[in-house]
């Protein structure tokens, strides 16, 4: 007889004051490599995730990846091999696996690969383009997300203006746009032309259209944008559209 559906597999409860052993169940279906956080929910409310032998609708049940026994239809779920992958997108493409607007994904550039599930490592806009990092080691991404490691990622911008020193001064003090300050580490012009100029923007950390909110503030319209390095880590000659995985060298190059 099929075990009778579970609400949460039946645990110690934490003394006062503790947080729940493990990580939701949810995201241990991600960090094991199955799928993502939001195509696990939909799993676990389908009723085909099983803890321990029991079927599981709690999504945020507190599992342990490493000891506990998960099972999706009927089979065990195992960590997936570390995958470390760059990609170099082009424009058009928006970075998130499913998209309600039929849109074309950075995960159309995987095609040719035979992978694990893997999340990007931060976004870029769909009008935004060049190096994106993809993974399913999600500490390596929460390290590299997060702002205290000062990770610089550098950008090649093309604005539709000749930058003089005033204004570069202006965009070098930041801005507040709808109560968030934003700033760069660095900005340099990379060369000029007739009515447009490229430059070199380095951030600490990469809010949501960090650059263009920014240049927009001082009234400077981007016409490309294209991220180049992700701290000692170049785009290099990798063509638009395609990915690969990441070298031994490479990957010691975010260590330490």
């Known amino acids: ?9 039946p645990r110690p409860s934490p003394s006062a004051g503790a947080s729940p052993p493990g990580v939701s169940l949810c995201r241990a279906l ?4 199955l ?39 009927g089979s065990r779920v ?38 694990p599930f893997v999340s990007p490592v931060g976004r870029l806009d769909k009008a935004s383009e060049g190096l994106l990092l993809m993974t399913n080691d999600t500490r390596f991404a929460q390290r590299l ?26 965009l070098r003090a930041g801005a507040t746009v709808d109560g968030e300050d934003l700033t760069a580490r660095s ?6 032309g007739a009515s447009t100029a490229w430059l070199e923007v380095t ?12 240049l927009g503030a001082h009234d400077v319209e981007v016409l490309r944008l294209v991220r180049v390095a992700i701290g000692r ?7 638009k559209g395609k990915a690969r995985h990441l070298t031994a060298e490479e990957l010691a190059l975010f260590q330490g």
């Open 30 to 33: 991600s960090k094991l490599g």
């Open 145 to 170: 997300l997060d702002p205290a490691s000062h990770v610089a990622k550098i950008y090649h911008v093309q604005i539709g203006a000749l930058p003089d020193a005033a204004l570069l001064a202006r």
């Open 35 to 73: 799928c993502s956080r939001k195509q696990a929910e939909i799993l676990v409310a389908e009723g085909r995730v099983r803890v321990a032998g029991k079927i599981v609708r709690n999504g945020s049940l507190r599992v342990d990846p490493g000891r506990d026994r998960i099972e999706v239809d």
């Open 187 to 192: 900005i340099d012009i990379l060369r000029s």
């Open 203 to 214: 951030l600490d950390e990469g809010r949501n259209r960090h650059i263009r909110r920014l």
């Open 78 to 115: 195992v960590a997936s091999r570390k995958v470390y992958l760059m990609i170099n997108k082009p424009r058009g493409l928006v970075t998130t696996r499913d998209d309600p607007q039929d849109r074309g994904t950075v995960y159309d550039c995987l095609a040719e690969l035979d992978l």
């Open 233 to 239: 880590l170049r785009l290099g000659d990798l063509a």
């Open 1 to 9: 007889m099929a075990p009778r559906p579970n609400a949460g597999w």
